[in-house]
């Protein structure tokens, strides 16, 4: 298997990695589940073009994840037009990744397809305009989109998820001809990292963190946060980034609204592209 | 690498088993992507236990997934004990697995944490209580829980996602001492598949049905659906299923309200466990 990394079994290793001094007690590993350790966001893309037919096994890794009911509630539209990259890059506030990277997939949550069903077989769909279906159509999304990153990761690509195309839904479904009641959900650059670009892996909450056994408990977070700062502020140095913790990164995020950059008006906009969301 | 099937590298045997005629011009190849091809849902496990740390390794890789501006939206309880678990299958309606398998995780978008940040830090968050927050947190953990699929399937073991644990998030959150802004968006049973229980791998839409190149174009689609509908309704009969095609099963499910069990009340239920979503 193709890796990013060159020790992909080195159990420990990995796990110091991604956690710092907080590793937790994993059991059972496998070059695969260490591939997915490895995992960090690539934002720098060599121009090399894919293999044939990259972007359909993607898309079959895509399609054999798991989706409610068999509904099968998305689409993805594969990107390698340059002018269309270069609007998409703005819509995203100028990620220049977005026009390097020789692929871009939009993943869509498609509400559009079984609209198009209810109108064929001229029955009415009920269960359409709910906050439950939309949320489910985004999950299959995101599942989907995740089965193709873990593939691509796989083949030796790297890959980030843009999420900034909620930054202007509107535009963006024009731009790919988008029907009523579907929308881009998240993007995703596909290609070869450059040796810059390939980075290093981020650390997470420690397991403590997020994990919890039979009932949610929290004792503990406010320590093991402060543990994580640590390790964030040690990463933030070596990477030069503003925010040295990860508190200082949360509030930065959370705490004013223009860090939003108008995505607080997601429920009116994706009103205007169809979606009732009751 | 330990999967459910027999043969990982064949590639148009598997995805023949995906697609039946449909066959994509799939490109690159490797087991770790024949893995992913093999996916079921597994809905009958044996008692096994799972090697210790087991849930401690599917948390190591569903951390390792992306996560939007590192906010990491979501927690995880792991549920082994009996008595949850039948609670939980009597809110899923009865879904045997649940009390069946060894591991039930409960994938939690987890808006609590960041609360408790804002809280503790004395700094008001803006951004919390939209739509775009909300949703961003149930795609967090739905990335999460597709690593921890990957992980699982690799390591040989079986999965299912159960949505129904959306019937009644209220009571679900009390059974797990979830506080106020968490929810539980999906479950995972993960343990042994019985013999029967293995299943069979389910077609899926061709993919010119999903997979578009710079436009979304659903010019064919009709014509694609009834060839899906042709290929589920021989593995509707294979597995003595009611909807025999694709479309009778969309409205089936689709068509009249009370296939959401009472799902169109979300919005609502949320809100009485703290979401905005504005």
């Not at 939003?260 to 169809?274: D, F, I, P």
Request: proline share 5%; charged share 25%; net charge positive.
């Amino acid at each position: 298997m193709d890796t990013l990394t060159s020790k992909p079994l080195d159990k420990q290793a990995a796990l110091a990695r991604r956690y710092g001094a907080a590793i937790p007690a994993a059991g059972p590993w496998n070059a695969m589940i260490a591939g997915q350790l490895e995992h960090r966001s690539v934002r720098s893309y060599k121009p090399d073009p894919l293999p044939t037919g990259t972007v359909e096994t993607l898309i079959a890794a895509a399609q054999s994840a798991a989706t409610s009911s068999n509904m099968q509630w998305w689409s993805a539209i594969a990107i390698t037009d340059p002018e269309k990259k270069k609007v998409l890059a703005e819509v995203a506030g100028g990620q220049k990744h977005i026009e390097q990277c020789p692929l871009f997939i939009a993943w869509v949550a498609d509400m559009a397809r079984h609209q198009r069903i209810s109108e064929q077989e001229k029955v009415e769909f009920e269960s359409m305009p709910w906050l439950e279906t939309f949320m489910v159509a985004c999950i299959d999304a995101a599942l989907a989109a995740q089965n193709a990153v873990v593939a691509a990761e796989s083949l030796g690509l790297g890959t980030v998820y843009i999420g900034a195309m909620r930054n202007d839904p509107v535009r963006v479904a024009k731009l790919l001809g988008l029907p009523r009641q579907s929308f881009v959900v998240v993007g995703l650059c596909v290609g070869y990292a450059t040796e810059a670009g390939a980075g290093e892996v981020k650390p997470r909450l420690p397991q403590a963190s997020v994990l919890h056994f039979e009932r949610y408990d929290a004792a503990n977070e406010r320590a093991e946060r402060r543990a994580y700062d640590a390790e964030m502020e040690k990463f933030s140095q070596r990477h030069e980034l503003q925010a040295g913790t990860w508190t200082q990164r949360v509030l930065n995020r959370l705490g004013p609204i223009r860090s939003m950059n108008g995505r607080e008006k997601l429920r009116m906009v994706l009103a205007s592209l169809g979606f009732e969301i009751r």
